[in-house]
């Protein structure tokens, strides 16, 4: 099987564990932008925690679940925003989140991968990659 995007791969093992109940879920393969993902993730309450697990080949996150999350994914295409249109938020991004105030968008941009809300208090535009209610 090839895997051609691990960021949505990573994204909808969480979901489906999440959807069973379960308090944990196995990310597997391992790359340094799923783990920044993951230490937002956890900064933000979504979950518990998470470790790295050296397998010799790729390596594996264990990521411990809290049950808070209604849905989680990833943003395709990956598409370009800039401050003024993160500060307005406009239809094609609110589409993502439950409601203004609710969820997260995660966005790549020159400072590191960060959130929209941070993105916004630092005044900087990204790629958003990701989001998270």
Not at 19 to 35: C, F, H, N, V
Not at 48 to 62: H, L, P, Q, S, V
């Amino acid at each position: 099987m090839v895997m051609l995007d691990t960021l949505a791969n990573a994204m909808a093992a969480i979901k489906n564990a999440e959807m069973r109940g379960k308090g944990e879920a196995i990310i597997m393969p391992s790359s340094k932008l799923i783990a920044n993902v993951l230490r937002i993730l956890e900064k933000e309450g979504y979950i518990a925690g998470f470790e790295y697990i050296d397998d010799g080949r790729w390596g594996k996150f264990r990521v411990k679940l809290l049950g808070r999350i209604n849905d989680i994914g990833v943003v395709k295409p990956r598409t370009p925003v800039s401050y003024r249109e993160l500060a307005k938020m406009p239809e094609h991004l609110r589409k993502y989140l439950a409601s203004r105030d609710v969820g997260l968008l995660i966005l790549s941009t020159p400072q590191g991968i960060m959130t929209h809300r941070e993105a916004l208090k630092r005044k900087i535009g990204g790629i958003v990659i990701a989001y998270v209610y």
